[in-house]
């Protein structure tokens, strides 16, 4: 089985090398998150250290990286060692304090990855440091929008992290009303900037969309293989 990993990771199922290469990693992680055993697992990384340095610092959009699910599994079979566990919490940390992703202050797996006082320790560090700022948070995210994207698919990252605010600390009126502020004042920025797009955006003639990546519809290393 991890021979087959090995050559399905080097295999190429896009025609990009850079869609293949990421295509392939992450179906690993995926595999390796909710379809392998703690045994296998424990091989696997036993062969590929390196994984655990990868699960360690996962990127942004923390809802849809497979490598926070494989940090999950790693922890609770206590598999992730103590340096990758912190700087795991290292990373989701920084991506809350600076307003760039909040997903671990409200996804109950990411906060299984925390002890408690550590996770309470984080929870104060987001209402002391981040919500008095989130109005610059807001204007950072506004500044480094694209043309070529929406502002509503844009800023919905955002939109998600103001939800997650407001949840967290329910009982907190003053979380509340910045937020609502925050809030009111990103869907202005949208509604104004949706106006715009829609100004700009020029017509379309018959042969504008162009062909998505191709991929091999075959038989994957993955349909028919629980280890």
């Known amino acids: 089985m991890l021979r087959r990993l090995e050559e399905f990771s080097k295999s190429s199922e896009y025609k990009?090398?850079?869609?293949?290469?990421?295509?392939?990693?992450?179906?690993?992680?995926?595999?390796?998150?909710?379809?392998?055993?703690?045994?296998?697992?424990?091989?696997?990384?036993?062969?590929?250290?390196?994984?655990?340095d990868d699960v360690a610092e996962p990127g942004l959009m923390l809802s849809a990286v497979s490598e926070v699910d494989v940090a999950v599994r790693l922890q609770e079979w206590g598999l992730l060692p103590e340096p990758q566990r912190l700087k795991f919490l290292e990373t989701v940390?920084?991506?809350?304090?600076r307003g760039e992703d909040l997903y671990a202050l409200q996804d109950h797996e990411i906060k299984s990855v925390f002890k408690k006082d550590e996770f309470r320790e984080f929870r104060k560090q987001v209402r002391v440091k981040l919500v008095?700022?989130?109005d610059d948070v807001r204007r950072e995210w506004q500044v480094n929008h694209s043309s070529d994207e929406s502002a509503d698919d844009y800023m919905q990252p955002l939109k998600d992290?103001?939800?997650?605010?407001?949840?967290?600390?329910?009982?907190d009126d003053e979380v509340k009303k910045i937020v609502e502020r925050e809030t009111n004042r990103l869907d202005c920025w949208i509604?104004?900037?949706?106006?715009?797009?829609?100004g700009d955006k020029p017509g379309r003639t018959l042969g504008d969309v162009e062909t998505p990546e191709e991929f091999?519809?075959?038989?994957?290393?993955f349909d028919d293989v629980d280890a």
């Not at 992290?161 to 009982?171: D, N, V």
């Not at 091999?216 to 290393?221: F, I, T």
């Open 16 to 52: 990009s090398p850079l869609f293949a290469t990421w295509g392939a990693k992450s179906r690993i992680m995926g595999f390796l998150a909710r379809r392998c055993s703690k045994e296998f697992l424990s091989f696997y990384i036993g062969q590929h250290p390196e994984v655990l």
């Open 93 to 97: 940390t920084g991506y809350a304090l």
């Open 132 to 134: 008095p700022r989130l």
């Open 161 to 171: 992290s103001f939800k997650a605010l407001t949840e967290e600390f329910a009982g």
């Open 191 to 198: 509604a104004e900037n949706s106006e715009e797009e829609a």
């Open 216 to 221: 091999d519809d075959g038989r994957s290393v």
